[in-house]
């Protein structure tokens, strides 16, 4: 059974930093990406990040770009999302995801964490 289970959120100001984690159990061996999502209250889930496995391409929704990193480690089925200069919009319960494409769609995904929730105060 597939398990991502995310860590990293909590409650920072304006201008911090954070990094969430995501480690992936049991997934399918055609999971080639993963990736990060998040969701505001009231909004629909975002494409933050993504991460093609193998080559290492990365993928940045446009609100993020020059913020935040993505990277992996392949031998601890491991994802990062590094997060800097954060912005009171960045709000949101953040959610690893693993599937066959890094994809801006999460529709496209098949497996999904429980999420962890970041705040940022401005």
């Known amino acids: 059974q597939a398990l991502l289970v995310e860590s990293g959120g909590g409650l920072v100001q304006a201008g911090d930093s954070l990094r969430l984690s995501c480690v992936a159990t049991g997934v399918a061996s055609n999971s080639a990406a993963m990736g990060w999502f998040r969701q505001s209250p009231g909004k629909e889930r975002e494409f933050v990040a993504g991460?093609?496995?193998?080559?290492?391409?990365?993928y940045y929704g446009d609100s993020v770009k020059g913020r935040f990193t993505i990277s992996g480690d392949n031998a601890k089925s491991t994802v990062y999302l590094q997060m800097n200069d954060l912005k009171s919009n960045d709000t949101g319960i953040y959610y690893c995801a693993a599937g066959p494409i890094a994809s801006i769609y999460a529709v496209s995904w098949d497996y999904w964490g429980q999420g962890t929730l970041v705040t940022v105060k401005a």
């Open positions: 991460l093609r496995k193998s080559l290492g391409n990365t």
